[in-house]
């Protein structure tokens, strides 16, 4: 059983007050987690004690940098079950999605091929493939959703059966429903077809555990402010003989062994060849301190917290006739709803104003405005810090929200 008191120690954030001068409650955890005292130690610790460049010098600061640098890798990759040298610095998911998209989809992809992909994604691994298709002459077709929000598994294996699949982009768990996809399947269904799956790790990397290898899947990108990292930071996993068949899509220093005047270049290793220019190295080292935090508390216990507590508040919100559910049967601890005829921002501020701060829009997926049949929506989103009172008081603030309830802030 989690101690959630002990736990809570550990985020300084937790004793904050709101504007209000209420407790925090923190309900905006897809869009991204705070942070342990230990991750703001490591990147502290760098500032005080480092200071020093990777790969850069010839005396013991950098090497000792190096060293952590290096372990740091290795960290992340015992974490999703890959190898070392399979691990990739970025700035974030984007950054992997974009760099595949680009670096590989690009030089790879051609005219009459096909990417799947679906409405249910974040624009990070919708856009790139959207101008990856345009400049490439594939095309880019959409998985059909179900009714409730799910991927049609049906209809992916018969798209599959064209033969023109050639890239499958897809989240593991969807940002807005918060829905686990079969990835394992998915993954041998694309391979029996011959078509490569990139996934999107940054709703399931920080909440459940993930093994690269198991799945079997080609690419993964995840980003550590989504669990208990730093911002500016994050990952690409790359299965290493498409690794080697990748563009880095930025050259400087140290991602070359060498080059000349006249434009010859020798790039190195992977995955050095995609690290050009000076890493946010404080960052990598609240990275490590993230995973050893999430490794130490289990991360499947972790998750089984947030699904218990989703499961409890989503019951209870059932009840309540003016709140409208979109994913009450989802797997993960993402809440997404409205208010009846309530806009979901003036929703969103009417919560904020009880110190409860949930996320209103459209999360950065504005291709699910159909299947939700509205333009926006509430997301509330939990993490394995959020306790049952902390939900118990979310819960009264739904039974309270109404138009007129709702407006009265604003007046």
């Known amino acids: 059983m989690l101690d959630l008191q002990e736990i809570r120690k550990d985020f300084p954030m937790l004793?904050?007050?709101?504007?209000?001068?209420?407790?925090?409650?923190?309900?905006?955890?897809?869009?991204?987690?705070?942070?342990?005292?230990?991750v703001i130690d490591a990147v502290v610790d760098?500032?005080?004690?480092?200071s020093a460049n990777a790969h850069r010098g010839d005396y013991d600061l950098s090497y000792q940098v190096d060293q952590k640098y290096s372990a740091a890798r290795k960290a992340v990759a015992d974490f999703i079950g890959a190898r070392k040298e399979e691990i990739i610095y970025t700035s974030g998911a984007t950054a992997g999605l974009n760099m595949v998209a680009i670096g590989f989809g690009m030089c790879y992809l051609q005219p009459g091929d096909v990417i799947l992909t679906s409405e249910a994604e974040h624009a990070s691994n919708l856009l790139p493939w959207q101008r990856c298709a345009m400049q490439t002459g594939a095309s880019l077709e959409y998985i059909p959703l179900l009714p409730?929000?799910?991927?049609?598994?049906?209809?992916?294996?018969?798209?599959?059966?064209?033969?023109?699949?050639?890239?499958?982009?897809?989240?593991?768990?969807?940002?807005?429903?918060?829905?686990?996809?079969?990835?394992?399947?998915?993954?041998a269904l694309a391979h029996a077809y011959g078509a490569y799956v990139v996934v999107d790790g940054a709703q399931s990397v920080p909440h459940i555990p993930v093994d690269v290898k198991a799945m079997d899947c080609d690419f993964l990108a995840f980003s550590a402010h989504k669990m208990c990292g730093p911002t500016g930071i994050g990952i690409l996993y790359g299965k290493k003989e498409l690794l080697e068949q990748m563009q880095p899509i930025y050259l400087?220093?140290?991602?070359?062994?060498?080059?000349?005047?006249?434009?010859?270049?020798?790039?190195?290793?992977?995955?050095?060849?995609?690290?050009?220019?000076?890493?946010?190295?404080?960052?990598?080292?609240?990275?490590?301190?993230?995973?050893?935090?999430?490794?130490a508390k289990n991360l499947?216990?972790?998750?089984?917290?947030?699904c218990e507590l989703h499961q409890y508040a989503v019951e209870e919100m059932?009840?309540?006739?003016?709140?409208?559910?979109?994913?009450?049967d989802n797997d993960t601890g993402i809440i997404t709803f409205n208010v009846k005829n309530v806009f979901a921002q003036d929703a969103a501020s009417f919560f904020n104003a009880q110190g409860i701060a949930v996320r209103s829009g459209q999360h950065c997926s504005k291709l699910l405005e159909q299947q939700l049949g509205c333009m926006a929506t509430i997301r509330a989103s939990?993490?394995?810090?959020?306790?049952?009172?902390?939900?118990?008081?979310?819960?009264?603030?739904?039974?309270?929200?109404?138009?007129?309830?709702?407006l009265d802030i604003f007046f």
Do not use: W
């Open 15 to 38: 004793n904050k007050k709101t504007m209000q001068n209420k407790p925090l409650i923190y309900l905006d955890n897809s869009a991204t987690t705070l942070k342990p005292q230990c």
């Open 46 to 50: 760098y500032y005080e004690n480092y």
């Open 148 to 187: 409730n929000g799910r991927l049609d598994m049906q209809a992916y294996q018969k798209m599959l059966k064209s033969g023109r699949v050639r890239i499958v982009a897809l989240a593991q768990v969807t940002n807005v429903l918060g829905y686990l996809l079969p990835m394992e399947e998915i993954c």
């Open 252 to 295: 400087g220093g140290d991602s070359n062994a060498r080059y000349d005047r006249n434009g010859n270049m020798i790039l190195k290793d992977i995955p050095y060849r995609f690290e050009s220019g000076t890493q946010p190295i404080e960052a990598i080292f609240g990275l490590h301190a993230a995973i050893q935090y999430l490794t």
């Open 300 to 306: 499947a216990r972790l998750h089984e917290y947030e």
């Open 318 to 328: 059932q009840k309540m006739d003016h709140i409208i559910l979109y994913n009450a």
């Open 382 to 406: 939990l993490y394995f810090y959020t306790t049952k009172e902390e939900i118990d008081t979310f819960l009264d603030a739904c039974r309270r929200a109404s138009m007129e309830t709702c």
